[in-house]
């Protein structure tokens, strides 16, 4: 089993910062993938970005140019850097780990960006 721990998240004023990082351990796979959802009240879970093992990067329309994700193969660990903060981006952010065998969430981190 895989087991992922989430830090960062937090309260910023719009157009300010946030860095996100998530650690996974237990049985892990060489080749995966490693990303973030985010869901806001009332609505879906949708993915925020994600970026493969071999460091293909895949990310949403409305966080280009602003989120940057990456990952370190050796530490089993992803970071997602928010830049530029809109309030829209006011959500709970979850870690995933996907093996294609197995999907693993993290417990969710709160960012809350305020106007």
């Known amino acids: 089993q895989v087991q992922l721990v989430e830090s960062g998240g937090g309260l910023v004023q719009a157009g300010g910062s946030l860095r996100l990082s998530c650690a996974a351990s237990g049985s892990i796979f060489s080749i995966n993938a490693m990303g973030w959802y985010r869901q806001a009240p009332g609505k879906q879970r949708e993915l925020v970005a994600a970026?493969?093992?071999?460091?293909?990067?895949n990310y949403a329309d409305s966080v280009k140019g602003r989120f940057t994700i990456s990952r370190d193969n050796a530490k089993h660990t992803v970071a997602l850097q928010m830049n530029s903060l809109k309030p829209e981006d006011t959500a709970v952010y979850y870690c995933?780990?996907?093996?294609?065998?197995?999907?693993?969430w993290g417990q969710g981190t709160q960012v809350t960006v305020s106007s």
């Open positions: 970026i493969s093992s071999g460091g293909s990067r």
């Open positions: 995933n780990y996907n093996s294609g065998k197995q999907s693993v």
